[in-house]
Nanobody
Framework: QVQLVESGGGLVQAGGSLRLSCAASGRTFSDFMRGWFRQAPGKEREFVAA????????YYSDSVKGRFTISRDNAKNTLYLQMNSLKPEDTAVYYCAASRGLGLVTTASQYNNWGQGTQVTVSS
């Protein structure tokens, strides 16, 4: 019914930038919240950023605030994550997700649709 596909990951040096994209297809009109999570090997999936599809209110984790920017293109049904000043600790698989709810935006279990993830590796 809904498919999310991430792209834009890669290998960059510390201090560099990457822009991740998440294209959505299918019936996504009920997915009011879209977000980005990341997961490093051996660690739990953690919240990165989220945005309300209608209105555009944004939310960020403390670790990325000021460096990452989440945005969306409603016409293209695409979610973006601009990542600047990347650090080695940002290395992880990044997942985009969608939620039918508007609360608990930092909690992974609140998101019902997930992409397959894209690898981001930041070298020191």
């Amino acid at each position: 019914q809904v498919q999310l596909v991430e792209s834009g990951g890669g290998l960059v040096q510390a201090g560099g930038s990457l822009r991740l994209s998440c294209a959505a297809s299918g019936r996504t009109f009920s997915d009011f919240m879209r977000g980005w999570f990341r997961q490093a090997p051996g660690k739990e999936r953690e919240f990165v950023a989220a945005i309300k599809w209608i209105g555009g209110s944004t939310y960020y984790s403390d670790s990325v605030k000021g460096r990452f920017t989440i945005s969306r293109d409603n016409a293209k049904n695409t979610l973006y994550l601009q990542m600047n000043s990347l650090k080695p600790e940002d290395t992880a698989v990044y997942y985009c997700a969608a939620s039918r709810g508007l609360g608990l935006v930092t909690t992974a279990s609140q998101y019902n649709n997930w992409g397959q993830g894209t690898q981001v590796t930041v070298s020191s």
